[in-house]
């Protein structure tokens, strides 16, 4: 992805070398491969990526690739005055590492640089998102399918059913997948378990990752049959998240994205206790953010979801979550039913 706009910004700073250890999830970001060992140099005008014998090797246009030899650290200009380190990556042992290596070197922090180019996608991600989303849709409508047969008894046989349609077309789980039964569903990140099925709410929050992007989605059904309350706490949630996808425009704040869903909710507004979502791509969480002291707005080629959520301890939870791609105007790229499924028991 942005290798030249990246290196642009190296020879701004004067940063002769960018170096990306390990399991920076940036490696894969510019060279779209995930090696099982690596190393990626990049300076204003090449960039080295470094790997074992162990793993297959990639072909690039813009990439050299070396070997991890016994004297590849002989090999390095050691004239390098200024070096950048992705300080949310690398661990203390590289760190100390890399500065023996190179010990005339100044080390400086390239971790915001790195979040600010992924925080707005190219074409080629915004496919692999959308791809994401659409095997996330299809685990969804197979789930639809398979619950009225009522073969599925616990939490967890419904997580792994999702998680083997996503993996049937390719996919691979973008974050643990939560299935939330009642009242476990009132604790946002509830751990998927052995809970078996029964009458109430049914939240599931998941998604599946093509090419290493990341869809997330999460949608609630409700297996019986809703009384008065519960269909009008569902379909207050659902207005707001609407309602807050409507507002979606360019330069608009996230901040003002999250109030506005935060005023739909009215008097329930103090049992949405997270932000109104993230941003996402190759990580689940990413930038943008929502919250205010990043402070970010909406721009061209974001990609982010919209997932207002209310909270009732003991009781139940509920969420309902898209994500969107914005490009001018808003795309919602999960596409799943969003009006309350009912489930017979
Ligand atoms: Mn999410």
Same mark, same amino acid.
């Given at each position: /992805? ?13 940063? =002769?070398? #960018? ?71 690398? @661990? ?27 925080? @707005? ?8 998102? @959308? ?42 789980? #973008? ?10 569903? #009132? ?12 009458? =109430? ?15 997330? /989605? ?6 019986? @049959? ?49 932000? *109104? ?36 301890? =003991? ?24 009006? *309350? ?5």
């Amino acid at each position: /992805m942005k290798l030249k706009a990246f290196q642009s910004y190296l020879r701004k700073e004067k940063i =002769g070398l #960018a170096i990306l250890t390990d399991q920076d999830v940036n490696i894969t970001y510019f060279t779209k491969v995930k090696p099982s060992f690596s190393y990626l140099f990049i300076s204003p005008r090449s960039a080295n990526l470094y790997l074992t014998k162990l793993d297959k090797k990639p072909k690039f246009k813009e990439i050299t690739v070396k070997i991890l030899d016994k004297d590849w650290k002989n090999k390095l200009n050691k004239n390098v005055k200024k070096i950048g380190l992705n300080y949310s990556s690398i @661990t203390m042992a590289y760190s100390k590492k890399l500065k023996k290596l190179f010990p005339k070197a100044k080390f400086v922090d390239i971790s915001k640089q790195l979040m600010e180019l992924r925080s @707005t996608k190219t074409n080629e991600e915004r496919k692999c998102i @959308t791809k994401a989303c659409q095997i996330t849709d299809f685990a969804f409508q197979e789930l639809i399918k398979e619950l009225p047969k009522k073969r599925l008894k616990t939490e967890q046989e419904v997580a792994d059913f999702l998680e083997r349609k996503i993996k049937s077309r390719g996919g691979e789980l #973008a974050f643990p997948t939560i299935v939330a039964m009642g009242k476990n569903a #009132a604790v946002p990140h509830h751990l998927t378990s052995q809970q078996i099925l029964k009458r =109430g709410f049914l939240l599931l929050d998941f998604g599946a990752k093509y090419d290493y992007y990341c869809a997330d /989605m999460s949608r609630v059904l409700f297996l019986g @049959t809703p009384n008065k309350e519960e269909i009008k706490m569902y379909n207050l949630l659902l207005e707001a998240q609407k309602g807050a996808i409507k507002q979606i425009e360019e330069n608009k704040s996230f901040i003002e994205l999250d109030k506005f869903a935060r005023k739909q909710l009215g008097k329930y507004s103090s049992y949405f206790i997270h932000s *109104l979502g993230h941003g996402l791509g190759l990580d689940i969480h990413e930038k943008p953010s929502y919250l205010k002291e990043s402070n970010y707005k909406i721009k061209y080629g974001q990609a982010f979801t919209v997932e207002p959520g209310i909270y009732f301890p =003991g009781k139940f939870g509920l969420r309902i979550e898209d994500t969107v791609i914005f490009d001018g105007k808003v795309n919602v790229l999960t596409k799943s039913n969003k009006e *309350l499924i009912k489930v017979k028991i």
